[in-house]
C-alpha cells in the first residue's frame, strides 16, 4: 500500500501562485503513476492533472491547462502541481493518488492509493 502525504495548500488571493507537493511512500515512486485530483463543496470529486510513470507525460483538465504543471521528482519520492493565476472557482481540497505502473489516466477508478487532501481556498 502506497502513503500519500499532501501540503502546500493555504488561503490566496485570486492570481496567486501555489505549489503542492505529494510525498509518496510505501512502493518505488518511479513505478507510480500521479494523479491530481479536487473536489469543491457540493460537487464530485474531479480530475486536475496526472504524469505516468515512465514518460513525462502529463494530461490536464482544459480548465487548468496553461495554468497548472505537474511534476515529479523521483529522488525525492514527489510530485508537485505548481498553480499560477489561481481562480475562486479552483477552490477545493485537492487531492494526490497513485497508479502502479499507470498512465496518469483521467479516471480516478485507476487510481489505487489517495492521500488524506490539501485545502486550497481562492479569495476573490
Known amino acids: 500500500q502506497v502513503q500519500l502525504v499532501e501540503s502546500g495548500g493555504g488561503l490566496v488571493q485570486a492570481g496567486a501562485s501555489l505549489r503542492l507537493s505529494c510525498v509518496a511512500s510505501g512502493r518505488t515512486f518511479s513505478t507510480l503513476a500521479m494523479g491530481w485530483f479536487r473536489q469543491a463543496p457540493g460537487k464530485e470529486r474531479e480530475f486536475v492533472a496526472g504524469i505516468d510513470w515512465r514518460q513525462p507525460r502529463t494530461a490536464y483538465t482544459d480548465s487548468v491547462k496553461g495554468r497548472f504543471t505537474i511534476s515529479r521528482d523521483n529522488a525525492k519520492n514527489t510530485v508537485y502541481l505548481q498553480m499560477s493565476s489561481l481562480k475562486p472557482e479552483d477552490t477545493a481540497v485537492y487531492y494526490c493518488?497513485?497508479?502502479?505502473?499507470?498512465?496518469?489516466?483521467?479516471?480516478?477508478?485507476?487510481?489505487?492509493?489517495w492521500g488524506q487532501g490539501t485545502q486550497v481556498t481562492v479569495s476573490s
Open positions: 493518488a497513485a497508479d502502479f505502473l499507470g498512465s496518469g489516466s483521467q479516471r480516478s477508478s485507476e487510481y489505487e492509493s
